[in-house]
C-alpha cells in the first residue's frame, strides 16, 4: 500500500475545484492508456462539492463520459430517489448533466429494490456486481478502480466504515450492509477496506475545521480500527486533498512544503 500524500489548498471552493481539474486528467489519461476508467464517487459535502465544480468546469468535455464507470464507496439505505442518497445527490450536482451510459453507472440497491429491506442482500448484490466487472487482470473480486475517492468524517469515518464498528473489521468480503450506524441513517451498504484498497489511487477529501482532528489522528499512526481513514490506501497512491482549516492540526513534519 502507498505512502499517504498532501495537497493543502487555501479553501473548500479551491480545494473542489483543483480536485476537479485533477480527477479530469486522470480519466482522460486512463482512456487514453486503456480505452476506458472507472471512478468511485463519495457523498458528502466535499463528495457532492467536487462534483458540482466537475460540472462548471469546461474541461469536462475532455472526458468520453459514455467509458466511464462510475461505482459508490457507500450508500444510505433508502428507497430509490431519496434526497438523502448518495446517487441521488451526484444526479443531481453532476450526472444528469453528462452523457453516460446507464449500464456503466453502478448505483448501490436501494431499500425498494429488487433486495427489499434486506441489506445484507444488497450489499452482496452489490459484492456480485463488482466481481462480474473484475476481469482477470485484477487479482481479485474488485475491479482495479483508477480513482475510489473518500470524504472524511469529523470521527475518522470514511464511507460508513465507522471506528470500532464490525464493518471496519472486515477482512474477508468487499460489500457489507451496516446496521445501527452513528450518524443517521442508521442501515447502509458499505465498501470494505479490501475493497477500497483495490483501487489504484485513493484519494481522501477533507475541508472545515470540523475535519482537523479526523485528519490529525489518521495521518499520525492511528490503527484503522479506531481511525478508519487510516487505513485507506491506494495500491499506488493515496492522496490527502485538504483546506487549511482541515490541515490546522496536522504535525509540521506531514505539511507538505509547497502547497497550492
Partial sequence: MSTPQLVVHRDK???????AARLITK???AQASRGHASVVLTGGRNGNGLLAALAAEPARDA???GRLDLWWGDERFLPEGDPERNVT?????LL???PLDPKRVHAMPASDGPHGTDVEAAAEG??????????PENHGTVPTFDVLMLGVGPDTHVASLFPELPAVRETERTVVGVRGAPKPPPTRVTLTLPAIRAAREVWLLAAGEDKARAAAIALSGAGEIQAPAAGARGRART?????????SQLP?????PASP
Fill in 252 to 256: 509540521r513534519s506531514l505539511y507538505p
Fill in 89 to 93: 445527490q451526484a444526479r443531481e450536482a
Fill in 96 to 98: 444528469d448533466a453528462v
Fill in 27 to 29: 480519466i482522460v489519461d
Fill in 63 to 65: 472526458v468520453d463520459w
Fill in 13 to 19: 471552493e479551491l480545494m473542489a475545484q483543483a480536485a
Fill in 239 to 247: 492522496l490527502w486533498l485538504l483546506d487549511t482549516a482541515a490541515a
Fill in 126 to 135: 452489490y459484492a456480485e456486481e463488482l466481481a462480474r466487472a473484475a476481469g
